[in-house]
Each structure stands twice: as C-alpha cells, then as structure tokens.
C-alpha cells in the first residue's frame, strides 16, 4: 500500500558527494518519522538520520556535520544530502518510514535499498 522509490546511490570517491531520495507513494494518514539507515558488511544496521514530523532531527554521530537529511512534505520525500564521504560510509542504505492512522497505531516501511560505495 506504501511504496518508497529510492535513487542517488552510486559510487563515488573519498570527499565527494551523493544526494539519495526516497519518494513515498500509496495511502499515508500521516508520517510520523522519515529517516536514512545503513547497513555495512559485517556490521549492524544503524541509524544514520532521522526526520520526525515536529521537525526534530538526530543523527548518527559518525556522520554530524556531512550528512543533512531534509524532507519536502508536499512530494513526501526525504532526501539525505551526503557530504566528505569517507570509505567507512560504504554501505547499503535504506529508507525509513514511519506512519500512523487515525487509531494510532503505527507502521513502518522501508525501501528496497540503494548501494553507496566510497573508493579512497
């Protein structure tokens, strides 16, 4: 019912940069959260930025002062503005939405993954 389309990964090398996009699509009462996770070999899946409805952001702290994620809410997308990539933020990244409907509850979905590989 709730697709997200992301695009904006690639390869790219050290210091450069990479826009990802996430456009939600389907039946959404209203978002709740928007939000960017990666999910590096051998590693676990972390949090790399997250955009709550009230405007509140957080950030993993590997990656304040190059990342910003932002969103646009009449095209329900959320972007995440990468800059300096080092080799470390090589990794699969995932978007993330959270939605609720009238009775609360709430759900989340996710994309189907978009690869960025960082070369040094």
């Known amino acids: 019912q709730v697709h997200l389309v992301e695009s904006g990964g690639g390869l790219v090398q050290a210091g450069g940069s990479l826009r990802l996009s996430c456009a939600a699509s389907?039946?959404?009462?209203?978002?709740?959260?928007m939000g960017w996770y990666r999910q590096a070999p051998g590693k676990q899946r972390e949090l790399v930025a997250r955009?709550?409805?009230?405007?509140?952001?957080n950030y993993g702290d590997s990656v304040k002062g190059r990342f910003t994620i932002s969103r646009d809410n009449a095209k329900n997308t959320v972007y995440l503005q990468m800059n300096s990539l080092k080799p470390e933020d090589t990794a699969v990244y995932r978007c993330n939405l959270v939605t609720d409907v009238p009775s609360g509850l709430r759900y989340s979905h996710w994309g189907q993954g978009t690869q960025v590989t960082v070369s040094s």
């Open positions: 389907g039946s959404i009462f209203r978002i709740v959260a």
């Open positions: 955009l709550a409805s009230n405007g509140t952001t």
